[in-house]
């Protein structure tokens, strides 16, 4: 269905007043012409009917043929109706419905998947009932008007900071969210029932002792003050009898040699079967001492002084569970008695690199720092033992989200999502390339099991500048690198070869297939993923090809296929050909300028003018 038909369903709903323009929308002229149409580059991605006495309905779903569509502008009209399905135009950046005559409760879960929305403006309405959960978390919002309605109940919790936005007239109620507490009061006023912060208004809450109770509820508050007084006094109760507890055990220890203590059932000792011989036990903390000892001792070496705060011994008594077993030896989740939760990953393969080799090596390692490389806060080294130590990633890996054996309550990964893990990939890579300089491929084993994804989806690597440490005949027969065209044709592994990981790793994520499911590209050129991708792909969407959990695409298939052009740029056979990280990633980030870090249309000229208005460019606004 073409843009003309689409536009013109979504006129059929709406009751034009007198000159309202919409004469100009018919087939004789193309839609770019029509009255309160925006375009780009010969799509829509704009409608702005504003001031011109429309009522009727807005027909959503009519408009989901607009593939550009970025901004809706409705306001100053006689709109009424049941809320539209925004949701269904998942791209949209855009919505303002100001001064219309809606009279509905908003449904909670009217704005989910809206991952691009950026401002919502529904003020002067009559909306009543909650505000809807699913507002408070879009995570690109940054303008939300809702005054002048008769929204009741409590505001929802937001995940960040807005730049703009008012509840003022309504009937909320409850305190108003700590994340809120630093805006300017006037944001919240005519609300009666709102309290605390910025407001003047305390809230009443039986936890605020020095707030006067209500005469009614003083004899409950007494007895619920009875119950906290005893509940504080039985944790100061057990944390002096946990106290007593460490300081004996570490007593204990200091006495006996470091490996006696019979650890219990689930330490990481016995999962592992790791044994330690020496008697030498230093502490990680005199550095100096240790530095000159360290290579010929068995201690555990810290490559981070923000997580010094335990030792090997901790680490083998504490309770371990496995994680799982990679090609280089298992994973250990392993919860120390200081309540940090770690992972223990146990190398083999690692016994080519000398002491001081490796030693140097782990130096480089340590100091890296980018916020999408997950750290080695400390390791071991023994002739016979190799063990790195990092922070557990609640989350877990890229490869559970893609491929399964999720826990209960896992959402898949949207489209947003995944293109910000592609950016973030980019970047730890581009990031090491410039600071492990030496390297051949300063990653060199990239894959989703090696992308963890933090709280917020942020990517994380591991197991990155492993190839100088690992035993090159191990190497050739475990890492991705030695895996790329270029090794297994002319037996080379170049920084280039890193640029191919990521491109196979932006059509697993694209596709949601496993690369090893594929044949390896060998020397009689079966098929490999890429090849795969490049023989189904002819330049169109082609629905088939792409992963069917990623969800509804909201209208980005534009963008989803420019990804995974890039996807087979990195994959280009010829490492002579091939783009470098610097230039994939440039590639990257404007894709990510295009989706989401711009923003074609903004209604209000400024704060004051409330009721006119106008297109502004991406470059005169800057959200950063
Ligand atoms: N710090 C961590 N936090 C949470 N999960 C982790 C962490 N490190 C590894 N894992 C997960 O533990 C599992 C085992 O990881 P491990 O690194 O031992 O093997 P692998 O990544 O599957 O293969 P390879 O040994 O080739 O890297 C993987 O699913 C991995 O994603």
Not at 234 to 253: D, E, S
Not at 368 to 389: G, I, R
Not at 424 to 444: D, F, I, K, T
Request: aromatic letters at 8%; hydrophobic letters at 35%; proline letters at 4%.
């Amino acid at each position: 269905i073409s843009e003309t038909e689409s536009l013109l369903k979504f006129k059929k709903c709406l009751v034009i007043g007198g000159a309202s323009g919409l004469e100009s929308w018919d087939r004789k002229n193309p839609p770019c012409k029509w009255f309160g149409i925006l375009c780009d580059q010969g799509y829509v991605w704009g409608i702005r009917l504003e001031n011109i006495d429309l009522a009727g309905s807005l027909d959503i779903e009519a408009l989901t043929g607009l593939k550009s569509l970025r901004s809706l502008s409705f306001m100053n009209n006689k709109l009424r109706g049941p809320f539209p399905q925004f949701k269904k135009l998942g791209a949209l950046k855009s919505i303002y419905l100001s001064n219309n005559q809606f009279d509905v409760t908003i449904p909670k879960d009217a704005f989910d998947g809206m991952s691009w929305l950026k401002k919502i403006h529904l003020e002067h309405n009559k909306f009543n009932g909650e505000i809807p959960v699913s507002v408070a978390k879009i995570p690109k919002l940054l303008e939300l008007r809702l005054d002048g309605n008769q929204f009741t109940g409590k505001i929802p919790g937001f995940t960040h900071k807005l730049h703009m936005l008012n509840f003022s007239n309504n009937a909320l109620s409850g305190p108003i969210p700590n994340i809120l507490s630093t805006m300017d009061p006037k944001l919240f006023e005519g609300n009666k029932e709102l309290c605390g912060k910025p407001l003047v208004t305390e809230c009443y809450s039986p936890y605020n002792l020095s707030g006067e109770p209500k005469a009614s509820s003083k004899k409950k508050t007494s007895k619920f003050l009875y119950i906290v007084a005893a509940g504080v006094a039985a944790i100061l109760a057990l944390l002096i009898l946990l106290g007593l507890i460490i300081v004996l055990c570490r007593r204990r220890r200091n006495k006996q040699p470091l490996m006696s203590p019979e650890p219990g059932p689930l330490s990481l000792q016995r999962r592992s079967g790791i044994h330690k011989g020496d008697k030498g036990q230093y502490s990680f903390r005199s550095k100096k001492r240790v530095a000159k000892r360290m290579i010929h001792t068995t201690e555990l070496l810290f490559l981070r002084d923000d997580k010094g705060n335990f030792d090997l011994q901790d680490l083998l008594k504490a309770s371990a569970e496995i994680l799982g077993s990679g090609c280089f030896g298992a994973s250990y989740k392993t919860l120390l008695l200081n309540g940090s939760m770690m992972v223990v990953k146990r190398f083999k393969h690692m016994d080519s690199a000398g002491p001081e080799e490796f030693q140097d090596h782990m130096k480089r390692l340590g100091r890296l720092n980018h916020e999408n490389l997950l750290p080695v806060v400390a390791y071991y080294y023994k002739k016979e033992e190799k063990l790195f130590v990092c922070d557990f990633i609640e989350n877990g890996s890229l490869a559970t989200f893609l491929h399964g054996h999720r826990s209960l309550g896992q959402t898949n990964l949207d489209w947003p999502t995944r293109l910000n893990i592609v950016k973030g990939v980019g970047r730890g890579l581009l990031y090491l390339h410039e600071n492990l300089p030496s390297l051949m491929a300063p990653h060199g084993h990239l894959k989703s099991s090696n992308v963890l994804l933090s709280e917020n989806f942020e990517p994380l690597l591991t197991d990155y500048g492993l190839i100088p440490i690992i035993n090159a005949e191990s190497a050739q027969e475990l890492m991705v690198a030695y895996k790329s065209p270029e090794y297994l044709k002319q037996s080379r592994v170049t920084k280039k070869t890193d640029v191919w990981e990521l491109g196979v790793l932006i059509l697993e994520i694209l596709t949601g297939k496993l690369p090893e499911s594929f044949p390896q590209s060998d020397k009689e050129s079966e098929e490999d993923m890429a090849s795969w991708v490049k023989s189904i792909f002819k330049g169109e969407w082609t629905q088939d090809l792409f992963d069917q959990e990623m969800g509804k695409t909201n209208n980005c298939e534009g963008d989803i296929l420019k990804l995974l052009t890039i996807g087979l740029i990195c994959c280009e056979v010829d490492v002579e050909k091939r783009l470098d990280i610097r230039e994939v990633v440039g590639m990257i980030e404007d894709l990510m300028k295009e989706q989401g870090d711009d923003d074609f249309y903004s209604t209000y000229a400024s704060e004051a003018d409330g009721r006119s208005s106008r297109g502004v460019s991406s470059e005169a606004i800057n959200f950063s």
